[in-house]
């Protein structure tokens, strides 16, 4: 299996702060789906622009996807035509995804075109199983469409999930909160 983790933010809600290197408990807030993922995967990818900075992340690939459009889907199309297999993706901003989030992601594979998160019946699209089968459909949906409509489109499996498995750090105030969760734990 082939991990990508999408790093090639578009800077929206605030993301600057959570760049792919922003320190989650001393440690690159990438670091943390990257690890999920190499409990599960034979190759990890980041996924990311020519232009990002991404910190040392020893064991894993770096693909840089096309400059525009600045787009999940972009990412996840990128990662699906060079991996020419399903890829288990994760954005880079998801430090609380688990291994065992992953393989649950992994059991719920059919011979589908996509096996998508869910928590509380919303579709998290930037933590899921995308196969080969996707790509027409993606490459075909309007780039400033909104992820979640696309990825319905293909008729998902959906995988339910704790809220805070697929919790997002996009600002300065959600890195604070992901930091006091970790030193709680």
Not at 106 to 113: C, E, K, R, V
Not at 147 to 159: A, F, G, M, N, Q
Request: include cysteine; glycine fraction near 8%; aromatic fraction near 2%.
């Amino acid at each position: 299996m082939i991990g990508a983790v999408l790093a090639g933010g578009g800077g929206r809600r605030g993301r600057s702060d959570s760049t792919p290197g922003a320190l989650l408990a001393g440690r690159p807030l990438v670091s943390y789906p990257v690890a999920a993922l190499g409990d599960v995967c034979d190759l990890i990818a980041v996924v990311c622009k020519k232009q990002t900075s991404l910190p040392e992340l020893p064991g894993t690939e770096r693909w840089d996807e096309p400059a525009e459009p600045r787009h999940p889907l972009n990412g996840i199309v990128h990662a699906l035509e060079t991996a020419a297999a399903p890829v288990l993706v994760c954005a880079a901003n998801m430090p609380f995804v688990t291994a065992d989030a992953c393989r649950t992601l992994l059991q719920a594979a059919t011979s589908g075109p996509a096996v998508v998160a869910t928590a509380d019946a919303i579709l998290h699209p930037t933590f899921g199983l995308y196969a080969p089968a996707a790509l027409e459909t993606m490459r075909a949906a309007p780039h400033h469409a909104p992820l979640s409509e696309t990825v319905e489109s293909l008729d998902p499996v959906r995988v339910a999930l704790p809220p805070a498995i697929v919790r997002s750090v996009n600002t300065a105030e959600q890195l604070a909160e992901a930091e006091a969760v970790l030193a709680a734990r």
